[in-house]
């Protein structure tokens, strides 16, 4: 074959999974003694050699990591993305890498853009966003051994430890958690959450962090919580209708935690201050008005991205995820929403 | 000498200076035939060739611009800089460019790391951002034949025209005299303007603007003007704070026009949406918020800059520059400050 042989390949000889495959070459004791024998036959049989590419990596003298340059779909929120690209352009100098930016149309095309650029050995490893269940992004890459980490962890995996999909994620179930005990703590019982439709990796995440402490916490029933749980896409008019909608039906309130700044700025412009809201992503928006809200520490994300990099493959020891907790960003409000 | 020789050695040797080096080379006519013989001379005596990074631009398959990320300073006009970013990494993939970021802490360390990924061959030319009075760098890539462009005229430079510093620039003179003839047309007549301290390339220009059209069409004496001249470092609440000082000391003003979407946002935290106010950037703030502002058309910005950089040459008969006109966005605050 012209290509070099993947761990897929590896598998398909040996009649095992791309899992066991690289539970083989990472926790061998993990694996039955005879498959295993089976796989090393395979590896030996076809020259297969894990990550090439990731040790070109580390002996090159100046490396290049590319990213993809997300779309500005959203004003508010997409800021969080530009400022994660801040933290890892300035930290990543102090490991000798330099970022090179590309676009691409939708998941296929990031594909092409990253076989182009890795054939062309400009680009040495690939730092992915906007993780989503069945990425197709990652499963290419995993094939072809090109190094990358995600930030955003493998949604739908069952194996978040898989040593082949390195990625760091910002535990947005604590944020959530968090964010709803502290209204807990402040006197505050029917707290709403404002969030997207299901299903929604990310959005699901952030809505079991709160039902998870209103269910222990608050007291509320099941279906009183049901009715507290509004869903809308995102967007700033998008919360504030949702908002609106539910106080016309006759929702009550005292508070509302949110999935996004965009959604609890809507929020905020429905319900004014005296009714608490906390968003999500602490936005330059957030700070601006003075809303509370929960930021992901873009800093740590990307020095765990850049460790997790720069981490030679035989490690094994180290697991090749770093989940990092959100911090609660109190505020309080210095606007008012204008009546009419 | 070690280096190639520079449009600054051929000046020295040929007794003129840079721009008259810089017109033999792109308006022969406007030049006397003596000193075009001698500085042709020197060129031949030196061997200088111009640009000689710029033609090997040209001939590679795929090119590489870099550019310095910004450093997130402030939350809200920050994202210009980054709005910009994303306009020209998706121009660039349609022209075979792609984008190396870099941070870097001053000047000085700009040219440094301009000077390594030049001399590694890992980029072909530079988009600068944040030009000032001046500027190191761009007097540094003149003297080396590196291309580049910026994003921002020469700022203190009579020559605006000088056919080896291509630029890119937002007419904030023009900005600032349309929000202010808005605001004249709809009957208010005492506008105030909050904006930097001189001196400020991008700012003076932009005061200028209010202050020529209120001067032009308001009817108020320059005493008056003087007064509604608010001065104050960019931030929400120094904006904040300007505004209350100046009623506390008595000034009234029908509408506000500010320098920037931060000033804007702390001017209207202060008054409410009764008093107009107008920013500068559109950034998401101004379009969350519902605050009027005036927009810089980034898209427009970027693929000047590419023509620019792709430009050959020779092409004496194309001015240098793009100086672009921004267009007003008026909103309608869908906020009120929050007392106390």
């Known amino acids: 074959m012209e290509r070099l042989p993947t761990v897929l390949d590896v598998g398909r000889v040996a009649g095992v999974s791309r899992q066991t495959v690289s539970n083989v070459l990472n926790s061998p004791e993990v694996v039955r003694p005879d498959t295993r024998a089976r796989v090393e036959a395979a590896i030996a049989e076809l020259g297969y050699r894990p990550h090439a590419s990731a040790r070109r990596l580390r002996t090159r003298r100046s490396s290049t990591i590319g990213i993809r340059l997300d779309p500005m779909a959203n004003g508010i929120s997409g800021s969080v993305h530009d400022r994660f690209l801040h933290s890892l352009t300035e930290q990543a100098d102090s490991f000798g890498l330099r970022i090179m930016l590309f676009t691409a149309l939708d998941p296929q095309d990031e594909i092409r853009q990253i076989r182009r650029m890795h054939e062309g050995s400009d680009v040495d490893a690939f ?145 004014g201050p005296d009714i608490p809201v906390i968003g999500y992503d602490n936005t330059p928006v957030a700070q601006a008005v003075g809303m509370s809200s929960v930021e992901q520490p873009l800093d740590e994300v990307a020095s765990g991205v850049l460790a997790l990099i720069m981490r030679p493959e035989a490690d094994v020891d180290d697991i090749g995820h770093r989940l990092i907790e959100p911090r609660l960003v109190i505020r309080h409000p210095r606007l008012r929403p204008e009546l009419g």
Chains 1, 2 share one sequence.
Not at 167 to 184: E, F, I
Not at 216 to 234: F, I, Q, W
């Open 127 to 271: 730092v992915l966003t906007s993780t989503m269940f069945g990425d197709p992004r990652t499963e290419w890459l995993v094939e072809h051994g090109i190094p990358f980490v995600t930030f955003g962890r493998p949604w739908g995996i069952d194996d978040m430890n898989d040593p082949l999909h390195r990625w760091v994620d910002v535990d947005g179930h604590t944020g959530l958690r968090l964010a709803t005990a502290h209204l807990l703590a402040e006197g505050e019982r029917r707290i709403a959450y404002l969030g997207w439709p299901s299903p929604s990796g990310t959005g699901d995440d952030r809505r079991r962090g709160w039902r998870d402490e209103m269910e222990r916490a608050s007291g509320l029933s099941r279906e009183e919580l049901d009715r507290l749980d509004l869903r809308v896409d995102d967007g700033v008019a998008e919360g504030r209708e949702t908002v609106r909608e539910a106080i016309e039906r006759g929702s009550r309130f005292d508070a509302i935690v949110c999935a996004s700044d965009s959604l609890a700025l809507g929020a905020l412009l429905m319900v």
